[in-house]
C-alpha cells in the first residue's frame, strides 16, 4: 500500500527547502527535554505540484543505465515523492539555485560504487539544471575511475566555482591486478587515486554491494595483508578494509576544511520485495525483508565510532527500503549499452534492474539530505 497523499506540512516542503534549511528546531521527547530531529525518520508522501526537480531530458550527462523513462518506461509516479521528515520543525523556503550558492567554492567529492556514482549524477543534473547559464557547466571525464562535473557563473565575478566528482572505488581498499591476471584485494591499502580528493570541502564515501558478491561474481581472488596472501570470511576482510579506510581518513583529512559523510547501504528490492512491475512506495508501516546482512551494518556503523575524524552517517538504507517503485527494472539497458528489448523485458527474472535507481528519482533525495547535514554539526548527524 503506498502512503497517502501529504496533507500539510510542518517540515520544508520541498526538497530545495530541505537543503537549504538550517538545522531543524528541536522537538520535544514527551518529558519537556529537547532533542534534535532526525530528518531520516518519516514518510513519503506525493507532490507532483513541485516534482520531479529536474526532466531527464534537461540533463545531456546522465547515464542510460538510470534514464528510465528514455528507456521505455511508461509510468512516471515514482518521480513524485517527497521525502517527510517526522516531527521536524520548519525551514528556510530557497529554491533550486540555492543548492548552487550553498556549493559556491565548495568541491565536492563522491568515492565508492555505482550507487555513489547515481548520486553524484543526481547532484550534477540539480545544479546544472539551476544555471542561469549552463553553457558554463563541463562535465569531464578525467579516467575511467573519474568523472567531474563543473559549474561556473555566467560572469566571472558571478562564478560558482563549483565541482562535484566522483572516484571509482567499490571496496574503497585496493583491487590488483597482478601479472598472471588473478586479482588481489589489499585490506591494508587504499588506492593512490584517492590521495586526490585530500583537500576536498566534502567527501562522501561508501562501500557494501561488492563485498557481498560471491562465486563468479566475486571480484576478487585473493586477499593480501601486510604483502602476503590470507584466508578469512568475507565480513572479517570488510571489517579490516573499514578499519584502513576509517585510518587513512584521521590521517590525512583536516576536518577544520572537510566534511566527511559515509552514506549507508542502498538496498536492493529482490526475493520478498521484489522491484518489478512497482509504481508506488511500500507503507512506512508495512513489513520490509532487509536484503543487506545487519552484522556488516554494524561494522560501518562501529567503524564510523572509532574514527577521531567526524564523520557524519548518511542514513538513508531505511528509507530507501520504502522506495520500491524507484529502481530500473526492465527499463534499463543491457550489457551493449541499448535499452532491453521487449523479449529481454519479458525475462524479468534474467534482467530486472533492482540494484540501481532511476533519475531524476530517489538519489536526488539522498543529496538533499546531504545538503541540508551539510549546515549542521557533524555530531548532530551521526543516527545509528
Request: proline content about 7%.
Amino acid at each position: 500500500m503506498a502512503p497517502a497523499p501529504d496533507a500539510g506540512s510542518g517540515y520544508p516542503g520541498s526538497d530545495e527547502e530541505l537543503a537549504a534549511a538550517p538545522a531543524p528546531a528541536p522537538a520535544s521527547d514527551g518529558d519537556g527535554e529537547r532533542r534534535e530531529c532526525d530528518v531520516f525518520d518519516g514518510s513519503w508522501v506525493r507532490d507532483p505540484a513541485r516534482y520531479p526537480l529536474y526532466e531527464a531530458a534537461e540533463c545531456p550527462f546522465l547515464s542510460d543505465q538510470v534514464t528510465c523513462r528514455r528507456n521505455g518506461r511508461p509510468d512516471a509516479g515514482y518521480e513524485q515523492w517527497r521525502w517527510q521528515p517526522r516531527g521536524c520543525g520548519g525551514g528556510a523556503r530557497l529554491d533550486g539555485a540555492g543548492a548552487l550558492e550553498q556549493l559556491r567554492n565548495r568541491r565536492v567529492v563522491f568515492v565508492g560504487d555505482s550507487l555513489n556514482r547515481n548520486m553524484w549524477e543526481s547532484l550534477a543534473c540539480i545544479l546544472y539544471t539551476a544555471l542561469p547559464d549552463r553553457s558554463r557547466a563541463r562535465v569531464h571525464h578525467a579516467s575511467s575511475e573519474h568523472k567531474i562535473f563543473r559549474a561556473m557563473g555566467k560572469l566571472m565575478l558571478q562564478d560558482y566555482n563549483c565541482s562535484v566528482e566522483f572516484f571509482w572505488s567499490p571496496f574503497l581498499v585496493q583491487l590488483e591486478t597482478k601479472q598472471d591476471r588473478t586479482k588481489v584485494l589489499k585490506l591494508d591499502q587504499l588506492p593512490a587515486m584517492l590521495q586526490q580528493v585530500i583537500g576536498a570541502d566534502v567527501l562522501v564515501f561508501n562501500t557494501g554491494h561488492w563485498w557481498t558478491h560471491t562465486g563468479k561474481l566475486r571480484a576478487w581472488d585473493h586477499l593480501e595483508r601486510n604483502g602476503m596472501l590470507v584466508k578469512m570470511e568475507g565480513e572479517e576482510a570488510f571489517s579490516r578494509a573499514l578499519r584502513t579506510w576509517a585510518r587513512w581518513v584521521d590521517h590525512n583529512v583536516d576536518q577544520t576544511r572537510t566534511r566527511v559523510f559515509f552514506r549507508s547501504v542502498s538496498p536492493e528490492h529482490k526475493g520478498a520485495n521484489w522491484c518489478y512491475n512497482q509504481t508506488a512506495p511500500i507503507a512506512a508501516e508495512e513489513a520490509i525483508v532487509p536484503w543487506f546482512p545487519k552484522s556488516m551494518v554494524s561494522i560501518v556503523e562501529g567503524s564510523i565510532r572509532s574514527m577521531r575524524t567526524p564523520a557524519t552517517y548518511l542514513n538513508i538504507t531505511r528509507l530507501s527500503e520504502l522506495r520500491i517503485d524507484a529502481h530500473p527494472s526492465v527499463y534499463s539497458i543491457n550489457r551493449d549499452g541499448k535499452p532491453l528489448s521487449l523479449e529481454q523485458r519479458r525475462q524479468p527474472v534474467v534482467y530486472a534492474d533492482c540494484s540501481h535507481w532511476c533519475l531524476p528519482g530517489l538519489p536526488d533525495t539522498w543529496n538533499v539530505l546531504l545538503l541540508a547535514s551539510l549546515t549542521r554539526h557533524p555530531s548532530s548527524n551521526l543516527h545509528l
